[in-house]
């Protein structure tokens, strides 16, 4: 992935923000919204594309942009940066092919160990009740 083509991509915009900052909060515009758009992208293929589609469908807008937004910090700068990381880190993960998972038995010390349990929680539990007369 270029990340230097990704932020190209991206589009940056600035409002206000309800986070850190006192009554500053009120003058300057420190919370940063992200608006990318997979569609229109150029930096991924359209395999890679049906993958973050999919991968990433309850992120997605209707027109398939993804819209983050980031207001921890009080300097608009340090947000952008933050919230172009927190994009990157999405990408990567839903890009990510997950393992093929091997298929394995469980042993016969491992059957056996979990009847013994059994055994002993059933035998705790009758212990519990009353004796009958």
Do not use: I
């Given at each position: 992935?270029?990340?230097?083509?990704?932020?190209?991509?991206?589009?940056?915009?600035?409002?206000?923000?309800?986070?850190?900052?006192?009554q500053?909060?009120?003058?300057?515009?420190?919370?940063?919204?992200?608006?990318?758009?997979?569609?229109?992208?150029?930096?991924?293929?359209?395999?890679?594309?049906d993958?973050?589609?999919?991968?990433?469908?309850?992120?997605?807008?209707?027109?398939?942009?993804?819209?983050?937004?980031?207001?921890?910090?009080?300097?608009?700068?340090?947000?952008?940066?933050e919230?172009?990381?927190?994009?990157?880190?999405?990408?990567?993960?839903?890009?990510?092919i997950?393992?093929?998972?091997?298929?394995?038995?469980?042993?016969?010390?491992?059957?056996?160990?979990?009847?013994?349990?059994?055994?002993?929680?059933?035998?705790?539990?009758?212990?519990?009740?009353?004796?009958?007369?």
């Open positions: 992935m270029n990340k230097d083509a990704l932020y190209l991509e991206c589009d940056f915009k600035a409002v206000r923000s309800s986070g850190p900052g006192g500053h909060v009120n003058k300057t515009s420190t919370k940063v919204m992200l608006h990318w758009s997979l569609s229109d992208s150029a930096v991924f293929d359209e395999v890679q594309k993958r973050l589609v999919v991968r990433l469908s309850s992120k997605l807008t209707t027109e398939g942009s993804l819209v983050l937004s980031y207001d921890q910090s009080r300097s608009q700068h340090k947000n952008k940066e919230v172009f990381k927190n994009l990157v880190k999405l990408l990567e993960a839903g890009l990510k997950p393992k093929h998972r091997k298929k394995t038995k469980p042993s016969l010390a491992s059957k056996k160990r979990r009847l013994d349990t059994k055994k002993r929680t059933a035998d705790k539990k009758a212990n519990r009740r009353p004796p009958s007369l």
